[in-house]
């Protein structure tokens, strides 16, 4: 008598067959499967220790900052040699971390304070070349324009500005571009230009900070 096999029972054969392929197929390799399997398991212990050493290099250099930073408040308005010197060791010996980029921020400022607007802009602008999108990001970005205005590059600075609003780029949102946009221009008499950048700040970004502030240079301008 014949015995037709139902969906259930071929379904059953079906995983068994492929429990015996599966089986057939460690004992044939087991060998070169064990060795894949150390290798594994070998990588996976290399990337835990890699970043067990980072968040340790990290803590390091975060404690080097603020040391150098004890120094700088200790110089606060007194010579800032000392301050300087260890901030330039942070960067030297950390200066791949992040506490090491933050030393250029705090290197930058010193130099702006002594008037050396070069080496100003050369620290921001390492500290910016990797660190390019948070809230110091944001605040760096603020010091090199108002480096701009201080060294009369406004022309420069309006090309910038507008290059950061066609690319979305920078750490500045689009309604402060827009706003130190205005500002230049009205710095450089081009008021025309001033009021269409604060018109259009208030039409796109309603709610902004900056919203309000262009609405009273506007009524100013108009009216001057």
Do not use: C
Request: aromatic share 6%; proline share 0%; net charge negative.
């Amino acid at each position: 008598m014949s015995h037709r096999l139902t969906r259930k029972e071929m379904k059953r054969d079906e995983v068994l067959e492929g429990l015996a392929r599966f089986v057939e197929f460690l004992r044939a390799n087991g060998k070169q499967l064990g060795l894949g399997l150390v290798a594994l398991l070998l990588a996976v212990a290399g990337f835990a220790a890699w970043k067990a050493v980072e968040a340790s290099r990290e803590e390091r250099a975060n404690l080097r900052l603020a040391e150098a930073l004890s120094t700088v408040e200790e110089s606060a308005g007194g010579n800032l040699e000392a301050a300087r010197s260890a901030l330039e060791a942070v960067v030297v010996d950390v200066g791949g971390t992040r506490a090491g980029a933050v030393a250029h921020v705090y290197l930058g400022t010193l130099a702006a304070r002594g008037a050396d607007y070069v080496s100003a802009r050369e620290h921001w602008e390492a500290f910016l070349a990797k660190h390019s999108n948070d809230a110091l990001a944001a605040q760096v970005e603020r010091n090199l324009i108002s480096l701009d205005r201080a060294e009369g590059r406004d022309e420069e600075l309006v090309e910038r500005l507008r290059g950061m609003l066609a690319t979305e780029s920078g750490a500045l949102g689009a309604d402060a571009v827009l706003w130190e946009l205005g500002r230049t221009l009205e710095q450089l008499g081009q008021v025309e230009g001033a009021i269409e950048t604060y018109s259009r700040l208030e039409e796109e970004y309603p709610a902004s900070l900056y919203a309000g502030r262009a609405r009273e240079r506007n009524a100013s301008l108009e009216t001057s």
